[in-house]
C-alpha cells in the first residue's frame, strides 16, 4: 500500500492549490481517504474525508472554502483549497482509512496508512 501526496506550493492569500492523493497497492474505492496537516509546533490536525460513495466531511474552519473529492477510477484523491489563508500553512497529509467500509472520521487514529506528506505555504 502507497500513498503519494503533491501539489503543494507556495500561494499568495486568497490563492487557490489542489492537492492530489495517488493510491496504489489496495482496492482504492473500498477505503475512505482522509486529508491531514500539521503546522509547526501544532498537532497533526484533519481536515477533510471522503468514503468510497464520495460522502465528504470537513473541519468546520476549512468547509466553505476546501473541497474533497475523488476519481475511483484513477486511485486519486484530491484537496481544492481556495481563498487559502496564512494559517492554512502546514504540510498536509492524505492518508487511507484503517477500515474497508463505508467510514469516514476526522481523526488520526482512524488512518493507518500515509503519504509523505506535501508542503503548502501562504504567504505574500
Known amino acids: 500500500v502507497q500513498l503519494q501526496a503533491s501539489g503543494g506550493g507556495l500561494v499568495q492569500p486568497g490563492g487557490s492549490l489542489r492537492l492530489s492523493c495517488a493510491a496504489s497497492?489496495?482496492?482504492?474505492?473500498?477505503?475512505?481517504i482522509g486529508w491531514f496537516r500539521q503546522a509547526p509546533g501544532k498537532e497533526r490536525e484533519a481536515v477533510a474525508c471522503?468514503?468510497?460513495?464520495?460522502?465528504?466531511y470537513y473541519l468546520d474552519s476549512v468547509k466553505d472554502r476546501f473541497a474533497i473529492s475523488r476519481d475511483n477510477a484513477k486511485s486519486t484523491a484530491y484537496l481544492q483549497m481556495n481563498m487559502l489563508k496564512p494559517e492554512d500553512t502546514a504540510v498536509y497529509y492524505c492518508?487511507?482509512?484503517?477500515?474497508?467500509?463505508?467510514?469516514?472520521?476526522?481523526?488520526?487514529?482512524?488512518?493507518?496508512?500515509w503519504g509523505q506528506g506535501t508542503q503548502v505555504t501562504v504567504s505574500s
Open positions: 492518508a487511507r482509512h484503517q477500515y474497508a467500509t463505508e467510514r469516514c472520521e476526522l481523526t488520526s487514529k482512524d488512518y493507518d496508512r
Open positions: 497497492g489496495y482496492t482504492f474505492d473500498y477505503y475512505a
Open positions: 471522503i468514503t468510497g460513495h464520495h460522502n465528504r
